[in-house]
């Protein structure tokens, strides 16, 4: 079993119903289908797509991005999704890293392949603009497609500590484990829709906003508008979703907006921790269980939740999904007991194989068989964890990880730049924001506007920092060390001034 063909198992048995919703318009399984089938044909004819190979997905949430993800997995390709709001220099470090000759992509984010391309000659665009019509031929054209459970089948390029990002490597057992823990512990059938509304090259909207309704037989219900709350919503109801995968900031955004009734029957909260406040208020108001969870690129991704019946603790992450064994160690890898603090460990099916090309953070990763999160907390005595410090410098932006390391390395790279160093302040609209501390070089003025404009042509836009302080000196402990706290106490005052 792989993933191609768990989802041609599933387009079988319902051709003609709807998998797909996408504004006014409507797409059968027999429609995805049969275009992910003709995009497998071109990839393997005329772009020279083999097994094994190396894929890209740069796209925004659209319709082509289900056909194109499964044309890719019947070549028995490797699908690398990209993040669609990063800019050409960190897409080119991907593509160099990962090996990759061919990208999928549309017009709008194509107009960027000239750059991409001069970096790497060998890469050829792929427009879904240029997808072919699905023939009756299609199939019979593929090679067999032999990719077993134990295969990759998707590299998630997740930021780093290291400043460079590193490519999780995801078999197609690892994420059809996932997709049938989260299948028991949210109770979905295939009359389910889900609603997807924040970005598919998202590990956890690829899990469990395409390929669980997808596999189970259900629908997505793709919102086409992202601009205001109002037309969100307006789609929302219009299509009956019943499952809401969704941040914080959302949650809160309902919570206040002057609606009173909404459809799901369950809604999910992932990707930074959920205000005990906001659970509270929106329950009160909506009569729906809000489960908060937790996961990793590196787990596929989703390690635990609240369950959907009996207790979801308030602030807590909740139990393991099944099938899935999480433990408290400490830096010996000691087991830890109940209300002791130490390193949250995943182990289980979902875990990934290790990080592509880099031996070195694969085994800093993996620890006698658990993935080591990074993470920090506690379970309690009835079995629920909690989540008590973060990654270490890891910053929430909107939801995304963002890794202050990375915006550093940038900033050194403009002229006069002597030392830098990130910290994050809170916002209450994003979550956090960076703000940027730089020393220039002897007898030399930085200009805070120029430094902006060059790290706007490097940097997604979310990894912006929102000011850039010049200091004297960066404060220091006695062995040499930044101290990032005293910069969050400057870094606070620097937002107030902005």
């Known amino acids: 079993m792989n993933l191609a063909s768990a989802f041609a198992a599933s387009a079988q048995k319902r051709l003609d119903k709807v998998a797909m919703y996408w504004g006014d318009s409507e797409f059968t399984y027999s429609t995805l289908f049969g275009q992910s089938l003709a995009v497998a044909k071109q990839l393997t004819n005329q772009f020279g797509v083999q097994p094994g190979d190396r894929v890209a997905l740069w796209l925004k949430n659209r319709p082509e991005f289900v ?35 061919v990208i999928i992509s549309d017009t709008e984010l194509g107009g960027h392949f000239p750059a991409l391309a ?59 484990h996932n997709v049938e823990s989260c299948r028991l512990v949210l109770e979905t059938v295939d009359q389910d829709r889900l609603a997807v509304l924040l970005p598919l090259f998202h590990s956890y909207m690829l899990t469990v906003g395409l390929f669980l309704p997808l596999l189970v037989g259900g629908s997505l219900v793709l919102v086409k508008s992202l601009q ?46 959920l205000p005990v406040q906001v659970l509270k208020d929106f329950e009160t108001k909506f009569k729906i269980p809000l489960i908060e969870g937790y996961g990793l690129s590196e787990a596929s991704p989703v390690v635990t939740k609240n369950p959907l019946r009996g207790d ?62 990074g993470d920090v907390g506690y379970r309690d005595a009835d079995g629920y964890y909690y989540i008590t410090d973060r990654k270490k410098d890891m910053l929430l932006v909107n939801g995304i990880n963002v890794y202050p390391r990375e915006i550093e390395e940038v900033i050194y790279q403009f002229p006069g730049v002597k030392e830098a160093a990130v910290v994050g302040v809170p916002d209450a609209r994003k979550g956090e924001q960076p703000i940027a501390f730089v020393v220039a070089n002897e007898g030399v003025t930085l200009d805070e506007k120029s430094l902006l404009h060059f790290l706007k042509e490097k940097l997604a836009d979310y990894k ?4 850039v ?22 870094s606070a005052s620097a937002a107030r001034v902005s």
Not at 267 to 273: D, K, N, T, W
Not at 464 to 467: A, M, T
Request: with cysteine.
């Open 118 to 176: 001069a970096a790497r000659p060998a890469l050829k665009l792929f427009k879904v603009e240029e997808f072919a019509r699905p023939g009756s031929s299609d199939a019979q054209s593929l090679p067999a497609n032999s990719q077993s459970e134990a295969d990759l089948a998707v590299i998630i390029y997740t930021s780093g500590t290291t400043g460079r990002p590193k490519g999780a490597m995801l078999s197609h057992g690892n994420l059809l």
């Open 67 to 101: 056909p194109a993800l499964f044309g890719i997995l019947n070549t028995g390709a490797v699908v690398v999704p990209i993040n669609n709001f990063l800019k050409p220099d960190e897409v080119n470090f991907i593509l160099q890293d990962a090996g990759i000759n």
């Open 469 to 490: 302080v010049s200091l004297t000196a960066l404060p220091r402990n006695a062995t040499g060390k930044i101290l990032k706290t005293s910069l969050r106490g400057l």
């Open 312 to 373: 979801h603790k308030p602030g807590s992450i909740g139990l393991p999904v099944p099938n899935v064994e999480v433990s408290i160690q400490n830096d010996d890898g000691q087991m830890l007991g109940a209300n002791e603090t130490g390193e949250v460990c995943v182990r289980g099916g979902n875990v990934m194989l290790g990080y592509w090309n880099n031996p070195e953070e694969t085994a800093k990763a993996l620890r006698n068989g658990w993935l080591l999160t």
């Open 228 to 273: 205001q709350p109002h037309n969100i919503l307006q789609e929302i109801c219009q299509r009956q979703a019943t499952i809401l995968p969704a941040i914080p900031q959302f949650y809160r955004t309902l919570t206040h907006a002057n609606i009173s009734a909404l459809p799901f029957r369950v809604c999910v909260s992932g990707a930074a921790p």
């Open 464 to 467: 912006l920092p929102k000011r």
